[in-house]
């Protein structure tokens, strides 16, 4: 248990010590990088506050409408039919709010608003990098005379007014290609345009200096009214326990979106009116029809009486008659009353089998007789009738017919019309039947007046005559001075509770979020790019690199050099590299501390990973030591050493190898230093691999043991040839080379192969060309190595470090 535990402990402190160096990384590369990150990041934000400074600020606006919910106002604790269905599992209607909350988004009413506000004449100033819109700042205004009817505005033109100075103008249309002259004019001057005749007149708005130009847009009203409807305008309810109505509409001036907001408001409440004055309209023009022609009547009789009295030279006949009248005065008061109910039914009938009434309102003006109370089943037909041609007018204001809504109250409005037909049938068949009582009784009385002169009987029917229109008149006057009074106490079911205002600043765009994004966006796109780049980079370019591909060991990293110089360690040389060089010569005092180890191979994955410059380098530091070093050249298919050096290459280890030289031959000075000696590799063989395998390589190498303190041997790329395999076994330790920015990956993965199956002695890496502004790990890992040469390649008494920042603002 405790040794698991202590496993668990060490592969969490190793997940731990992974994060914490792959942290530092991900640091060190955003510090070194801090330029890119800065230029970006200010590009961004410049970027943004251009996009601030140019794009249009959108206004929100607000008002709230409190609207009657019949549902929700309703006394009592009876269930209506939409709660009834609902409680059954089926989907009742929507409430009275959620029909005005369509109504509120019904193109209709949005028509109106643009309409009123002539909101699809949009008129802009020009300006250096986009034109300013303007409303009621514009310094004229277009008035069509007389205003053209919708279709007129099927199609969109734009309009340049070019002001030439305080009186004048000239009128361009805007086209695809060009312009198109109009015409020239002054204020208030009318403009014959596509879709009318238009007077161009002067507002209180100072105008601008004389190059001033503005444009008009003049567009489709459908067009416009389904853009605010849809894109602009936010209608919805505040939660359904109140019947309160949020309404918000978004617009670049605030002037402009209050406006169309409270006329929306005023168009809505005013169709509300207009919705319920139907009924009283239809009322007061049904009486009317009646009223000229019971008036006809009357007056008819009227004359009739006149020339009766002329033609029998009568004075005062209802002195006469008076008796006679008071015995049937109460017959003709009921009779007259029943032929008027009757001659109402009559009517209504007829207005009802008018196909052309199908969709109006039934006028309510029955008499109590004829059950046209309240209480009585015709009246509460008619009533309910009425309400249903109500919400289907309201309905239709944002539906259509074919809604499955409309399609109920349609059939529900076709039962009550044949029920009220049957009804008013009914009603004037108990009518008749009094009537005609009423007509056996008077026969009655007739017969009794027989005995009364002719005059005054022939007197007597007329009279009774205008007895009945008479009454049927003032009736008539009566309900329609009734229905007026009704109609004038007609109010809007909603009212305004907040009027539309404006929120003091825009909005759209949020400057902070933009700055925020702009912000983000400018340290996460360098980031990004560095990523990317780092994944799709395929060649070693730091530590981590190496760690993850290969358990091999660093003896230590050779820094870049921007000096051409092949020999970078000197006596007195103090630079990074020659100190870098140093502490390498002291690590392998580490590795080969058997007393007979003195020789050292180097190779590598390919050729140019600085092979020959890291030996003649690493050959020097050893001599400066006081020890005796010789170099071999084994690269025996492309020597550079000799070449570098300035050494002649004649004679060699080929030679020796085939037994054409001698070992005192083939050991050259190198000129650098005293006791550094170089074996040039020779001609080149066509056999290098066999060449190493020959007996006096062997023995070379035994009598370079005994007479030299360190050998140094530079051979072929192992990654390539077999050369450096074979040579391994004179070895005694293997420095493996790795160029930053230069060896691939992947070649790391063959070098950790040969380490694990232990082909090549001692194997160690040798990182070279590190570049400290790549973000290699943590720089030449010395800490002390830029104190030594901080001057040293300063110019002009310019420190060095200041040239390395130069150099790397120029990179970036």
Known sequence: MTQENNQNFDAGGQHSEEAKVTFQRIIGKAIINWPLFAICTIVALTLAFLYLRYSTSQYKIEAKVLVKDDKKDAAGGMLDEDQLLQDIGLQGSKNNVDNEVEIFKSRTLMEDVVRNLQLNIRYSSSGRIKNMELYHAAPFRFVFTPWPSDSAFDKSHTYRIKILDKNNFTIDEILKKGHKKIADGKWGDTIKLAMGDVVVERTNTSLGGDDNQYYVSISSIYQMAIQLSTKNLDVETINSKVSLIDLSITDAIPKRGEDILNELVAVYLQANIDDKNR??????????????????????????????????????????????????????????????????????????????????????????????????????IMERYNDLEGQRARLMMSSTENNPSIVNIDEQLSGLRIDMLASLASAKTSLQVSIDEFKRRFGTLNSKIKEVPTTERVYLDYSRQQNIKQELYLFLLKKREETAISKSANVANARVIDAAKSDFAPFAPNRSKVFLTAFVFGLFLPAFGLAIKDILNVRVMSKDDISRNTKLPIIGEVGHSDDNAIIAVQKDSRSAISEQFRTLRTNLQFTLAGRNEKIIMLTSSMSGEGKSFVAINLASTLALSGKKVVLMELDLRKPKISKNLGIDNGVGFSNYAINKAEYGQIITPSGVLDSFYVIPSGPVPPNPAELIMLPRVAELFGKLREDFDYVVIDTAPIGLVTDAQLLSDFADCTLYLVRQGYTYKQQLQNADELFRNKKLPKLNLIVNDVKASRGYGYGYGYGYGYGYGYYENSKNGKPALIKKITKRFKKV
Do not use: W
């Open 279 to 380: 009924n009283a309209n239809n009322t007061i023009s049904f009486i009317d029809d009646r009223l000229v022609g019971v008036g006809e009547e009357l007056g008819k009789i009227e004359k009739q009486i006149q020339n009766f009295k002329e033609e029998n030279n009568i004075a005062d006949i209802d002195e006469q008659a008076k008796l006679l009248l008071e015995n049937t005065s109460d017959y003709s008061k009921r009779e007259a009353d029943q032929e008027v109910e009757y001659s109402v039914i009559e009517s209504l009938e007829k207005y009802l089998k008018d196909n052309k009434n199908n969709t109006h309102v039934v006028p309510t003006i029955l008499s109590d007789n004829s059950g046209g109370d309240n209480s009585s089943p015709l009246s509460r």
